[in-house]
């Protein structure tokens, strides 16, 4: 069964740090284009990052330019959301997707995850 599971979520303070990781199961992420999205109570789904087939990223929400950075290890079949300095308005959802030979990330990507919670509060 072909499943991508997102971890690392939970309750952190403002300006404090948070790494998400998004594993895949029953396939290999090389070749993928891996995107991360996220979804605030009450707003629409939003592009955070992707990072494409070719190792290329880019960031699709200016509000977190400079604090957040994607990347993979291949080796561990594991995409890395790493976010630094979270802000109250980083609180929602935050889900992975995967699409085979993926230039960009889009809504209609092939794979999902459930989401992780992501709660910036103090």
């Known amino acids: 069964q072909l499943q991508l599971v997102e971890s690392g979520g939970g309750l952190v303070q403002p300006g404090g740090s948070l790494r998400l990781s998004c594993a895949a199961s029953?396939?290999?992420?090389?070749?993928?284009?891996i995107g991360w999205f996220r979804q605030a109570p009450g707003k629409e789904r939003e592009g955070v990052l992707c990072?494409?087939?070719?190792?290329?990223?880019?960031n699709y929400a200016d509000s977190v330019k400079g604090r957040f950075t994607i990347s993979r290890d291949n080796a561990k079949n594991t995409v890395y959301l790493q976010m630094n300095s979270l802000k109250p308005e980083d609180t929602a959802v935050y889900y992975c997707?995967?699409?085979?030979?993926?230039?960009?990330?889009?809504?209609?990507?092939?794979?999902w995850g459930k989401g992780t919670l992501v709660t910036v509060s103090s």
């Open positions: 029953g396939f290999t992420l090389g070749g993928y284009a």
């Open positions: 997707a995967a699409e085979l030979y993926g230039s960009s990330c889009h809504y209609g990507m092939d794979y």
């Open positions: 990072i494409s087939s070719s190792g290329g990223s880019t």
